[in-house]
């Protein structure tokens, strides 16, 4: 036992940060000498402007406030500043490096450059200032305040926690838990139709965050949406674990996720509702869980699976996007070595990971608000979402780390096994929905698009606008955004050579993707049948109402 304490207690790698950084960089003289001569050309420009009064604010939004525009000297900074970012970003992009360092270092680059803005400081934000002027000293009062109690936390604030309650007005679906063990709780929802689909739907959640992201305000629920439209739903809510729990799912591996996680789950659901086969859903790391899952069940002879859908799935992770930065063998080692003997990779370190993927938007514009301006947040139960972190089993995120991102097994049959069985994604043939999203900097939607070859089955796959969350929480009444599709149930990973050639032959719809998936699923769902009336059965008697105790354990 002291082993471990002292294991879990080496310093560690940051997860902030990436694990290695380049030497030294060289720039091709003359490279240099025109982004030098391009510097000092706008860099003159500027000057000239401000001494005329000529200067006016540069598109972006952190200086769109009047107030810098009123101070020449402020507004020459932001122009100074923005002009010696694009100068560092030609630099990088110029440097005599292989790719995955030039990644790294642009990375970097971008860390620095971002929290170096003018607008992220007093005394180079006239905006700040005006303000705390106005508010005779109250802003920057209130803005202490809200520090300090950040600190408490131990976090950035970014919603008016005190508007949500879990199964009041977020989380709130009608359902019940129906099973538990140490991983997880199965929840089945209540109908809201007559009549239902024979098959149930089975949803798979990343266990990385809290499930609720697909159950936010019943406007935006997608939960909500699968159960109007006929589906019997039921749902994993993973257990957040904690440093103090003593039942072993600290020591919880890839295979105890996939048995005692997802197959069992997939076994309830069936046996529930007295189906052979059900269909299913993954969402993120749940999806790669979820075929990694129905993977292992062929293995051992069963096919319990009649369609699976990947919401913003890898399954081959040849190129992880800005996620890359963090892969490499020395990484890998480390975590193994500080999580992988019954640790925690904590719901912190991960999120903090996550949000300087963005920092600008998730970090420094909090930061200017909440402690420079004295504002609080508005409520927005995104975010609010995004704040309820989950702490991961370290040997579940060591094994994930190293067999998915830095050595990508997965993608190759047989060269993962569970209990000495091999998973081969090859091997599913059921037919398959895989949606990605355009703009989605966790899971490149070119990368999840490799999925269509992977898997063997028939696959629709389809494109939403904007990122990892906007783009799959786009509730089907607001009629926002679009996506693209062919018009026919099709192959597409067999009929075209790669992502851009079906993106040019796709056709754009306007607003949400959700109806498109819900027609899809109605065609493998089976006839329509009366609505049970209970939850459960005698096997599987409610235990408590959704959402369930699990995903109200805080991340400590």
């Not at 009123?70 to 507004?75: D, M, P, V």
């Not at 149930?200 to 305000?217: R, S, T």
């Not at 993954?282 to 051992?300: E, I, K, M, P, Y």
């Not at 990947?310 to 890998?332: K, M």
């Amino acid at each position: 036992m002291v082993q471990r304490v002292d294991i879990c207690k080496v310093s560690k790698l940051s997860a902030s940060s990436p694990s290695q950084r380049p030497g030294p960089v060289s720039v091709a003289p003359e490279k240099l000498a025109e982004i030098q001569a391009d510097f000092s050309r706008e860099w003159l420009r500027i000057i000239t402007s401000a001494q005329q009064g000529t200067l006016e604010k540069p598109a972006d939004r952190r200086f769109a406030s009047e107030a810098w525009k009123t101070h020449t000297g402020y507004l020459a900074t932001a122009h100074a500043y923005l002009l010696s970012a694009k100068a560092m970003n030609q630099m990088v992009d110029a440097a005599q490096l292989s790719e995955p360092v030039r990644n790294r270092l642009r990375f970097s680059v971008m860390q620095w450059v971002e929290a170096m803005s003018p607008s992220n400081f007093l005394v180079t934000n006239p905006e700040v200032q005006s303000k705390l002027l106005e508010t005779n000293g109250q802003s920057l009062a209130l803005g202490i305040q809200n520090l300090l109690a950040d600190m408490q936390k131990g976090r950035l604030t970014q919603s008016d926690e005190s508007q949500f309650e879990l199964g009041r007005n977020i989380a709130a679906t009608e359902g019940s838990v129906i099973f538990q063990n140490e991983l997880m709780q199965l929840i089945q929802y209540a109908p809201l139709t007559d009549k239902v689909y024979q098959k149930p739907l089975l949803i798979v959640p990343p266990c990385i965050n809290k499930y609720y992201i697909l159950d936010l305000q019943p406007e935006s629920s997608f939960v909500r949406y699968a159960v109007e439209q006929g589906f019997t739903v039921f749902l994993i809510s993973w257990r957040n674990p904690l440093p103090g729990d003593t039942d072993g799912i600290k020591d919880a591996t890839w295979g105890d996720y996939l048995k005692h996680g997802v197959l069992q789950a997939v076994d309830i659901a069936s046996d529930v509702t007295g189906q052979a086969q059900i269909n299913t859903l993954g969402f993120c790391v749940g999806g790669t869980l979820l075929a990694s899952a129905l993977a292992l069940a062929l293995a051992d002879g069963r096919d319990p699976v009649a369609s699976l859908t990947l919401l913003t799935t890898l399954l081959d992770f040849d190129d992880t996007g800005v996620l890359d930065v963090f892969v490499d063998e020395l990484h890998a080692s480390s975590r193994e070595q500080q999580l992988g003997h019954g640790c925690l990779m904590s719901a912190r370190e991960l999120g903090t990971t996550f949000s300087f993927l963005r920092p600008n938007e998730l970090v420094w514009n909090y930061v200017v608000n909440n402690y420079l301006k004295g504002e609080s947040p508005q409520a927005f139960d995104l975010l609010y979402w995004n704040a309820d972190g989950t702490n991961l089993p370290g040997p579940f995120f060591t094994w994930y780390f190293r067999n998915t991102y830095l050595e990508n097994n997965l993608k190759v049959p047989n060269r993962v096994t569970v209990d000495g069985q091999g998973i081969d994604l090859g091997r599913l043939a059921m037919p398959a929905y895989i949606y990605g999203s355009r703009d989605d900097h966790i899971v490149p939607w070119r990368t999840s698009f490799a999925a269509t070859r992977l898997l063997s089955g028939s696959s629709r796959y389809v494109l939403g606008a904007s990122g990892h969350i906007a783009g799959v929480i786009n509730p089907a009444a607001k009629k926002r955004r679009n996506y693209w599709a062919h018009d026919t149930q099709s192959a597409p990973g067999k009929e075209f050579p790669g992502p851009e050639a079906w993106l040019d032959a796709a056709t754009q719809h306007p607003g949400s993707w959700w109806p498109d998936w819900a027609t899809w699923l109605a065609s493998h769902s089976g006839s329509m049948v009366g609505a049970r009336t209970k939850l459960g059965s005698a096997h599987y008697v409610p235990l408590q109402s959704a959402p369930g105790d699990y995903v109200k354990i805080k991340a400590i």
